[in-house]
């Protein structure tokens, strides 16, 4: 079957590299990560990658494009590829943020992006307040009540969690602050890492913060919806880290 053809950041037409190429991009990534290539470092030629992973040298071009597009490398002509520094990497790439977070044996990873995003949500959930009408105070409610009837269910409490805080995001009519947020949290819920442990009563703390959340932003007050939101996201990842992780040996 011919693969669809698939358009690049400059809007040329590419066909997609194949499952194969997929692998040898997952295996790429994580050396970065990892830190088996360092920033600086200049990635084995083509001909060398494609003999360690027994694929076509065209394979490998493709790869190092993905990689490139993804901000972990440089391709000059005449000077090969090289890693560049963690700053560069496009980290709301899927592949990219998933592998970090798999990595992060520090949770330093998880500590800026609980830390980004409590000051994203907190700036949607002032913006809610600025703007909330009786439709958008009802949908919190309502959300907040769909956590309260799934107290007992670990996973459905947890989805229910999620809805609300989208309920939050898309009342504030920020577009950007929502798609990155959806971007961390997506990629973030998945993580054994991130939901850590629950100390006791954690989901009847979780729906105090979340009611002060809705009470903020019921009543038009901006800053105190800022101060619940930042306090409730930075407080529940404090609660839930895995005190095994955060001194390494």
């Known amino acids: 079957m011919t693969m669809p053809a ?23 990534v994580q050396s970065i990560v990892t830190g088996e290539f ?13 003999v360690q ?7 490998i071009r493709e790869t190092m494009k993905r990689l490139q597009e993804k901000g972990m490398v440089t391709v000059a002509q005449g000077r090969g590829t090289h890693v560049t ?25 998880l500590d800026d992006l609980s830390v980004v995003r409590g000051a994203l949500e907190a700036a949607m959930a002032a913006a809610a307040a600025k703007s909330v009408d009786d439709e958008g105070r009802t949908r919190l409610r309502e959300s907040l009540e769909a956590m309260a009837e799934r107290v007992e269910d670990s996973a459905a409490f947890r989805e229910a969690d999620v ?14 602050a929502e798609n990155i947020s959806r971007v961390l949290i997506a990629h ?3 993580s054994d890492r991130f939901t850590g442990q629950d100390p006791a009563h ?10 002060k959340i809705v009470e903020a932003i019921s009543a038009g007050d901006p800053e105190a919806a800022r101060v619940a939101m930042s306090e409730h996201i930075l407080g529940s990842w404090e609660r839930r880290r895995l005190p095994s992780e955060r001194h390494p040996d």
């Not at 358009?7 to 295996?27: F, H, K, M, Q, Y």
């Not at 998933?98 to 044996?105: E, F, K, L, Q, V």
């Open 188 to 190: 973030a819920v998945g």
């Open 38 to 50: 360092t920033p600086g470092d200049a990635l084995p030629p083509e001909s060398v990658i494609s």
């Open 85 to 109: 520094p963690s700053t560069s990497w496009n980290v709301l790439d899927p592949l990219v943020l998933s592998t970090m977070i798999r990595n992060d044996s520090t949770l330093g990873v």
């Open 53 to 59: 992973f027994g694929v076509s040298r065209t394979v």
């Open 6 to 28: 698939e358009r690049d950041a400059s809007g040329r037409t590419r066909t997609p590299i194949d499952r194969i190429g997929v692998t040898v991009l997952n295996e790429l």
């Open 163 to 176: 809805r609300f805080h989208l309920a939050v995001m898309e009342l504030s009519e920020n577009g950007l």
């Open 202 to 211: 954690a989901f009847e703390l979780t729906l105090a913060e979340h009611e």
